[in-house]
């Protein structure tokens, strides 16, 4: 099955540096979503996007949804090391009578205290 | 609390040995997945399914079969015929067919 090319594949930072990272697609989706996934856990779903050019925050995070509804956005600010973590994007959209969902391969951010 | 429990969160078994990972949820779900995911690889469906009853083969069903007897509980069995079956298995449901993807734990199996 289809992957979404998600980018960068792992990070180094400092603490208190921001961090972006983003995942792009050929297809085009109806909702982007966001996960963080700690080791041996399940991921949690950090932020959801529902509409082209729509731009949302949680806390210190802040999530884009492109215009052209086949690329995603997530941007991290003053990262702390709790942030550690895998980070995956998915989108959404209807096909063949289920929501089909897929996956980014995901962002391993790694921060240096 | 509502939320999504995968039992057993550690499994070990023979190769050759079938292995049934339970999925529980108490958020009234429709909607309950089944995900595989290796290492550095995103997560990859296996089963899907929208209501009691009724599920649907994913990317990567060969070797795999549920059920959704209850609305609640969709249990995933792994078979002596999947090839590789060491891997992290993560259940998830969705409210209905727009809804987000919310996960249980995960369940690590290792196929001796």
């Known amino acids: 099955g289809q992957q979404l090319n998600q980018s960068p594949q792992s990070m180094f930072i400092q603490e208190g540096e921001d961090v972006s990272m983003n995942c792009t697609s050929s297809s085009i989706f109806n909702t982007w979503l966001w996960y963080k996934q700690d080791p041996g856990e399940g991921p949690v779903l950090l932020i959801a996007l529902y509409k082209a050019g729509e731009l949302t925050s949680n806390g210190r995070l802040t999530a884009q949804f492109g215009i052209t509804r086949k690329d995603s956005f997530l941007n991290i600010s003053a990262s702390i090391p709790s942030d550690v973590g895998i980070y995956f994007c998915?989108?959404?959209?209807?096909?063949?009578?289920?929501?089909?969902?897929?996956f980014g391969t995901g962002t391993k951010l790694q921060v240096i205290p | 609390d509502g939320g999504i429990t995968q039992s057993p969160k550690y499994l070990f078994r023979k190769e050759g040995q079938n292995v049934t990972l339970s999925c529980e949820q108490n958020l009234n779900h429709d909607a309950m997945y089944w995900y595989r995911q290796d290492p550095g690889q995103g997560l990859r469906l296996i089963y899907y399914s929208q209501i009691v009853n009724d599920f649907q083969k994913g990317d990567i069903a060969e070797g795999y079969s549920v059920s959704r007897e209850k609305k609640e509980s969709f249990p995933l069995t792994v078979t002596s015929a999947q090839k590789n079956p060491t891997a992290f298995y993560l259940c998830?449901?969705?409210?209905?067919?727009?809804?987000?993807?919310?996960f249980g734990e995960g369940s690590r199996l290792t196929v001796l």
């Open positions: 998830a449901s969705s409210i209905g067919v727009a809804g987000e993807l919310f």
């Open positions: 998915a989108g959404q959209r209807y096909s063949g009578g289920y929501q089909k969902v897929t």
